[in-house]
């Protein structure tokens, strides 16, 4: 059974800086393609980040490009999403995401 549990959010003052983790388990992880997204209050969900099996680089939506970098620790089954330099509109839930199955995702909240 695949699982996804995310960990690490908080609140966080502007400028601040975030890593939130993925545990995954249930499915070979070093094969598998996996992304970020995230759901501010009041709207949808919205793609952060993609971290691509093998040497597939990741890709970044427009809105965290050079801000937020994600990585993986095969080894550990974990997914990484470091976020430095946040933003108020960095608000949201953020999930860690395999296909259609996603976590139950982790608070980030960006705020003075």
């Known amino acids: 059974q695949v699982q996804l549990v995310e960990s690490g959010g908080g609140l966080v003052q502007p400028g601040g800086s975030l890593t939130l983790s993925c545990a995954a388990s249930g499915f070979l992880f070093s094969r598998a393609d996996l992304s970020w997204v995230r759901q501010a209050p009041g709207q949808g969900l919205e793609w952060v980040a993609s971290?691509?099996?093998?040497?597939?680089?990741?890709a970044y939506s427009g809105s965290v490009s050079g801000r937020f970098v994600t990585f993986r620790d095969n080894a550990k089954n974990t997914l990484y999403l470091q976020m430095n330099n946040l933003k108020p509109e960095d608000t949201a839930v953020y999930y860690c995401?395999?296909?259609?199955?996603r976590g139950p995702g982790t608070q980030v909240t960006v705020s003075s």
């Open positions: 995401k395999l296909g259609l199955i």
């Open positions: 971290s691509m099996r093998g040497l597939g680089l990741p």
